[in-house]
């Protein structure tokens, strides 16, 4: 009989206001799932996705790029069939691609019996997160496969730092259903920043991990500022003012852009808070002809994780 | 009888590579000493200077400024006397200001029966810190008066971390006998930098606070690395990479520039380390016309202190 696992992939936050192209954390209500199937047929086939119009085509497919990298590696004694079901909607800013490129490697490592490392599993998984973004870079990887809050210090070579999550932090998200095309946000960035702006950021950066260190809910609360990336890519963002606003006024620690947006995330103490920002922000986009839906989520320490 | 103390003020390292403007360490074995004396006059005096040529006058002093502004706003029932018995040179690049700047106010704090916290204290010694290099910083002075690893969040309003110091850490420190002016030194910075760049330092900055926080010497290694402001302003110190080069051959851990230079810090893992790449850097040197000091010192987790 064919051995198969199911798996949970979590949908994922990059950038963490501050830390552009380098911080990352994982949510825990949001995620696809996915089965992988050990098969005596040699290669890689994907034979379901439910949820979204993706490709069949392996090549053509995230999840199926970082499988065939993984597997044209390791050589394995057997192949694999890969269902995909979909819940988190690709172009959202919260880690779609990443979520199926970690998927696929996760599960053939699992039926394997782990011959890989969590960083070596990111690496592959790059592979197929490059046919999204057309650039290989980690920062949904990271957090969707070690779990918690991560630090991408480098991706080539890559080295990825688990940071402590503090118990009490929830997140609040609103996903916009409207497209932002990663070149488009891309593409608005200047390629210089000023000196003081980047002095700015670090600080923020090495203040914000010190206070994940230390628990320390008002560190994080002033940490979470981005004057470097923000004042650009929220122009893309309806309302994107307003929402930070009323999160902010509902008790949020912070609030910043997810990834390259649509969404926006805030995080906060406590799940009561978290729902008071989230009723916020609701009422904002409420208002408008925009379709939205909005998350909340534990921080989710876990990672990607095998389910019944 | 008038009360008065002698007290240890330490040489700094500010910056600590990729840390610009915001990281900074105390040293142990480099300090000034200060005498203040509680005096029944009232105002703020300078009565002794040793060591090195500095103006008595208190308006032009840069311990004598931060006095003043601490005593204007306290405005206590009494005067004090200082006495500077200055060891660091100033323009060395080791926080010689700083540490006279905070050594008065720390006195009259201790004098006083400690009205002030820490963070008081390096707001008035910012004052003093002003007249020397024409601006309000406390890259120097946190780390003198809080002993440590130090991050300063934000100059205004003034918000000082303390990180965690590895057991283990040693600083070896070549002072090149060589003149370099701030303004200079200011003055060949970049007004804009590379994004690409700034997020390499911000990757290394948030990886050095994890580092201090995880006593993960590996990490520190990597995270000592200074993309944006080295390139610069190694320029202005001769052979700045040849003792960079020795240095990390020793066994250091990192090596940059402290504060503006000319001083070179490298850390290390271990004293007898830190040993051999003082022995390592003296040859560099040995071989110049350039006169120069080197120092091995462990990390001052104490900072500026009462002495018998």
Redesign the interface.
Known sequence: MNKEIRIFSPATVANVA??????GFCLDTIGDEMVIRQTEQKGIKITVIEGYDLPFEVEQNVAGVSALAMYNSLQPDCGFEIEIYKNIKPGSGIGSSSASAAGSVFGMNELLGKPLNKTQLTHFAMKGEALASKCEHADNLAPAIFGGFT????ASPL?I?Q?PTPSDLFVTLIHPQIEIKTSESRAI???????QN?????????????AL?TSNYD?IK??LCDV?IEPYRKQLIPHFDDVKNAAMKAGALGCAISGSGPSIFMLSKGEDIAKSVQKAIKTVYAKTNIAFETYVSKINTEGIKTIL
Chains 1, 2 share one sequence.
Do not use: Y
């Open positions: 501050c830390g552009f192209d380098v911080l630090l991408v210090k480098s080295q730092l940071l960035l200047p390629k210089e920043i000023l000196l980047a002095i700015i950021q670090w600080a923020n950066v090495g203040s914000l991990v010190h260190h560190l002033d940490a470097v």
